[in-house]
Structure formats: C-alpha cells, structure tokens
C-alpha cells in the first residue's frame, strides 16, 4: 500500500469516527435535554396548576359580583364589597360595574387606565370587541392582554342577565374585573420556581386574533429548551413555558465532550496509520536486511572467489564448491569438471582410512585442532602433498566441510632434503669422531704416566667434547628419525613403572651428587604399548633436565592412572622458567637465556627429542612451571588394553 493510500485512509477514518463521535455526543445531549424536560415538568406541575386555578380564581370575582346584582338588582355599598373581593379573591387591579355595557361604578376609582366611568364598553372601547362577543355568547369573554400602568392587564367581561317579570332574560350590563398578571402570577408563587433555577414566560394565544403575546417573564433570552405547559381556558390558550437555566458548567461539559471525540477520533486514525504503515516499514526493513546480505554474501563471495589461497566446499564427499585457486591447485580446466565427483578420486588410497574418519567428524560439526598433511593426485597425475585445514559449514542446507589447501610439495621436498643431509653429514661425522674419541681415551688411559700433566689436561678437554658432539649427533639423528615417524623395531608391551625405574637408578647418582632430594613413587602394573629405548631416552631428558636446573631441593617421578591414561609427572623444585618461554620450550635448539641455563650447557635438542618420542606413542606432554618456584612436566600415554 502506498503512503499516499494510507493517509487517505487514515484520513477517512478520523473523519468517519469524528461523525460518529459527534453523533453519539448529540445522542447523550437530547437524552440529557429530554431527562431534564420530565424533571421540569414534574417541577412545574403545581405551579401551572396554580396559575390556572388563581387565574380562573381571580376572574371569578366577576360572577361573585354578576350574583350580588342578580339578588339585589345593584350593589349598594359596591365599593365595599370590591375593597373585599379585591383582598379576597387576589391578582385584580380594578372591579368594575357597567349598568347597559357603560361603567357606573370601579373600584378603586383611579384605574380603568384614564378611560373614567360613563365609558360605554360596547361602542367605544379598546374591549369592544369582547365585550359584544360576552354579550352575543352570554358568558365570561377576557380582553387584552394589555399593557397597563401597572404591567400587563387582562379584562374579564362578565354579561349579566335578569329574569323580567315576563320570566325573559333581559340584558343588564357587565360585571368586569381588570388583572394584574404579575400579581396573579406572584400568587401562583411561579416565583418560586427562580430561586429553583428555572426561568419561565407566560404568554397568550388569543382566541380570535391568533396572536402571541408575552404577559411575564423571567429572562429576556428566549428558550430553547423549554417546556412548554398550555391550558385553555374561554380567553384563549395560555402557554406556560419554562426553562432551566443551564449551568456554565454544562457548557464546559459539551466542550470537553467535543473536544474528547476529536482527540479519539485522532487517536484511532493515527493508530490505523501506524498500523497501515507497520508492513511497509517492515518490509523496507526486510528489504534493507536482504540487501545488506546480499551485500556481505557478494563481499565473502568476492573474499573466497579471488583468494590466492585454494578453498574448495565438499559435502557427501563430493566436490560442491571450489575457487579459481582451487580449481588451479588441483589441475582442472574449470571447476565444472570436479563439482560433484567425489573427493576422494584426488586423495591417495593409503590416506582414505584417516581422512574418511576425519571427514567425518567435520560433517557432525567438529572442528579439528590440527591440520591434516595429505598426498593427493592432480587431474594431470602429478601427485602433491598438501596441507588442509577444515571446518564444518552449512552449504545450501546440508553439513558440509570447508578446506583451505596449501601446497606443501616443496616444503616437504626441502624438509626431507635437510634431513637426509643432517642424517648424511651426522653418520659421517660420526665415524671420525669414534676415531677421535677412541684415540684420545687410548692415549690418555695408557700414556697416563709419560704426558706431562698440561697434555693430560688438554687431551681431557678433547675427551669431552668428544664426547659433546657424539651426543649432538645422536641427538640429531634421534630427531630426524622421530621425525620421519620411525620408531626402532616393534612395539612392546611395557610396565611403565619398569621403564621409569631404569631412568631414576640411571639419574639418582646425578641427584646425589648435587645434594638433592629424590624421590620416586611408581604405580606398577600400568601397560603401555611402546619402544623402550625411545621411552627410556624421554624420561631420561626429562629428569636429567630436572636435576640440571635445580640447584637444591627436591626431584620427583611419579606415575599413576588417570582417567583411562598413564600419567607421569617430573616435578623439581628448581629454577623454573619464564611464562614468556614457555611457548617455544619444545622447539628445537631452544635454550632459556637464564644465567643458570646458559653455565649448565646443553644442546636444546633434549625436550624436542622427549616430545617427538611421546607423540610417537600417542602420548601428549605439558608442561607447569613457575619461576624460582619449579617445574612439573606431564606425560600422558595411552594404556594398553590387550
Ligand atoms: P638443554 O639441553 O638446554 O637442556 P632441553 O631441550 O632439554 O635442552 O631444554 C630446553 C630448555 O628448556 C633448557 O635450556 C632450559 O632453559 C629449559 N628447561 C628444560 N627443563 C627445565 C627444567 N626442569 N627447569 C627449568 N628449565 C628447564
């Protein structure tokens, strides 16, 4: 979906829940106005039940009067009686008597709104019309209203007819009371209903002219809401209307409300905007993650692919991936040629058993400490020595293995080329310096007594070192043939414990010589596979080195099992060497450049010839040391388990 779409929609949400927000407030609003008419109608009520009986109340008064003139054919003392209907009777302004429809008599004599007595009510008055109306209907007509001197005035004409002698009705004039509209209305306690909140107006409807007139009202604003009480009575309809005055706070609730509905309505399309947008973002985000992938993926691609280094992918034993290089090393035209053969058409039958089981282990997810030397066969015939380091990968959804191949071919060559020249040169010199040593020993043994004691001196010297460089020699040799694997003979099923006996009586004399404690716990009974002479010459370095670089103190062998392996610890108490050592300690030729080391003299060749020998047996050794503190080297080797 397009942003664009989604504002629209957004948009059309808003507006739609804004409608139907508006709507439902409108909704509560005439439920609130219509609850509050019920409440004011029951209010008022009694209210406009009072105006109605005071208004028909006070015009009564007429018949009051009509009654007195029927008994009595006049009043007499007519001021009296109206002095008393007005007290009586309430809301009346005036009473007035109008012998053939002209006014005699009213009370109090200054009303009748300056139209005086002998006004004649049928011919020329603002109630004339009424007035012939009451006559020609014979019942009580009121005028007006009007505005009167004293507010709004109503005029109730009451025709008033005799019985003659004949027993005929016979016109006598009117019986007429002016109303005080606020006064009625004053006695209708309609002003309670102010100090209740309400406002009211009063009008009337009149019979003939249809017109609406105000008579009293609380507010000049004119209502809204309101309720509207009529009542019809011989003048017309009376209309009570009555409002409550709404509190300020009804205003501020309606704002609130309003303003409510917006801010939902807001909320809801903001929320389906983000909702609308969320799987476009999300997929932008996908899009940028695939995009930063590929990216990554071209960049190893590009890594691997232009490597001068040959990487090759090989799963189920076949060829999945090769680079350039690798296609180069392994002498194809194009990789084509080797993707999905199998790998091991290139690898040197006598080297299927321990690749197989290597590659295997790959496959599970192992990653193999070492690298593995093969001899593989290039599609050309010639046949390489590589070196190949793996690990396992995932390629296109299967276990798989991913090698780095070096070409060791002329590494090797030289390699073996320097031993054969070291082993050449080592038996070469070894039989003239037999011959040196054999005639230094026969001169110094038998012409001990002829050579003075300087030549004595001298040929010591020559015995010596004699003896120095046939050791170097052998060293070498040992080195070299351990190094082409070669271990003398077959192997022998040995007592370990045997074994290191012969060392320690060999070295105790060593020991003794230098003060030394030497100590010897041996676990007899654990079998190993091995070629004596080999194990011999490695413990014997071992422990020989162990009494050189101790100065005093203590020497120990011990041997145990541990954890299905025979385990011998060398332990001295001596110099021990320096962390920073440690690491090229078993290299060839290594020697600490410690004062002590440097005066003991050796060859540096001692801990190369023991390791190679152990690892010739299977065996690992390590070593612990701490300087001036001491040093343990461990040997473990495999049990025989025949
Ligand atoms: P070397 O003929 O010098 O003894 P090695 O190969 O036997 O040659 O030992 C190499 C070096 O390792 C020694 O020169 C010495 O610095 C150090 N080394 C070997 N064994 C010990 C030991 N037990 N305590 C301290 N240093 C030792």
């Known amino acids: 979906m397009t942003p664009i779409r989604i504002a629209f929609i957004s948009g059309f949400v808003f507006l739609v829940t804004l409608a139907l927000g508006l709507l439902f407030v409108q909704f509560i609003e005439q439920d609130r106005q219509l609850e509050q008419q019920q409440a004011i109608t029951q209010t008022i009520a009694p209210y406009t039940q009072n105006l109605q009986r005071q208004l028909n109340h006070s015009l009564s008064a007429t018949f009051a009067l009509a009654a007195l003139i029927r008994q009595f054919k006049g009043v007499d003392n007519f001021e009296t009686i109206a002095a ?31 139209l005086g007595s002998e006004h004649n009510l049928l011919e020329n008055s603002p109630w004339q019309t009424q007035a012939l109306l009451a006559q020609a209907q014979g019942q009580l007509t009121v005028a007006g209203p009007f505005a009167g001197e004293f507010g709004t005035e109503l005029v109730g004409l009451l025709p008033v007819f005799l019985v003659d002698d004949l027993g005929r009705e016979q016109f006598w004039g009117f019986t007429v009371v002016v109303l005080d509209m606020n006064q009625v209305i004053s006695l209708s306690n309609l002003e309670v209903l ?10 009337n409807l009149h019979v003939d002219t249809q017109t609406l007139t105000t008579l009293a009202s609380s507010t000049r604003v ?13 003048q017309g309809t009376w209309i009570l209307n009555i ?12 704002l609130v409300e309003i303003a409510l509905v917006g801010l939902i309505s807001a909320l809801i399309s903001g929320l389906t905007f983000a909702l609308l947008r969320q799987p ?25 692919e232009l490597s001068p280094e040959p990487i090759l992918v090989h799963a189920n034993e076949k060829f999945v991936y090769l680079n350039a290089a690798a296609v180069q090393l392994l002498g194809a035209k194009d990789e084509s040629i080797l993707l999905g053969k199998p790998i091991f058409n290139l690898i040197l039958p006598d080297m299927h058993n321990a690749t197989k089981k290597r590659i295997q282990q790959i496959y599970q997810g192992h990653r193999p400490s070492e690298r593995l030397d093969i001899q593989i066969q290039r599609l050309d015939g ?15 959804e299967q276990p798989a293995s991913q090698a780095i191949l070096r070409d060791v071919t002329e590494r090797k060559k030289l390699e073996r080329l320097k031993s054969e020249l070291i082993s050449n040169v080592s038996h070469e010199l070894r039989t003239p ?19 003075s004691q300087q030549q004595l001196d001298f040929l010591n010297i020559v015995a010596q070192n004699s003896n120095r460089l046939t050791n170097l020699i052998n060293n070498l040799l040992d080195i070299e043939s351990l190094d082409a694997g070669k271990l003398s003979g077959e192997l022998d099923t040995l007592d ?24 010897v716990d041996l676990e007899a009974g654990v079998l190993i596979k091995g070629d004596e002479g080999r194990l011999v010459q490695a413990f014997s370095n071992l422990v020989a080195n162990a009494i050189k670089y101790t100065p005093q103190g203590l020497v120990s062998i011990h041997s145990r099992t541990k954890d299905n392996e025979a385990l011998v610890e060398i332990r001295d108490s001596g110099i021990g060497i320096a962390e920073t050592d440690l690491v090229k300690l078993f290299e060839r030729f290594f020697r600490s450049s410690d004062k002590y080391v440097r005066k003991v003299g050796g060859t540096g060749l001692g801990l190369a010839i023991a390791k190679a020998a152990i690892e010739s047996h299977d065996g690992r050794i390590n070593v612990e040391s701490k300087i001036q503190q001491g040093t343990t080297f461990l040997v473990h080797l495999p049990l025989y388990e025949g």
Do not use: C
Not at 222 to 234: L, Q
Not at 508 to 517: C, F, I, P, R, T
């Open 84 to 114: 008393d209907f007005i007290e009586s009777y309430g809301g009346i302004l005036s009473l007035q008597l109008a012998p053939e429809g002209i006014v005699q008599q009213m009370y109090p004599s200054s009303s009748n709104d300056g």
């Open 243 to 254: 409002s409550q005055k709404e509190p300020d706070s009804f205003v501020a609730s309606f």
């Open 222 to 234: 004119p209502f809204e809401t309101a309720v509207a009480y009529e009542f019809e009575t011989s």
């Open 382 to 396: 010639r046949i390489l020595e590589v070196e190949v380091s793996s690990m396992p990968i995932r390629y296109l």
């Open 496 to 519: 370990l414990s045997d074994v290191l006996r012969t060392v320690a009586q060999a070295l105790k004399v060593n020991a003794d010589e230098k003060g030394l404690d030497f100590e």
């Open 433 to 451: 310096l037999t011959a040196i040593k054999g005639y230094t020993e026969i001169l110094i043994s038998e012409d001990e007594n002829s050579l």
């Open 280 to 304: 476009i973002m999300l997929q932008n985000q996908v899009e940028v993650r695939t995009q930063q992938l590929q990216e990554s993926e071209e960049r190893y691609r590009n890594l691997v």
């Open 194 to 203: 102010l100090e209740q909140g309400f406002d009211y107006t009063l009008s």
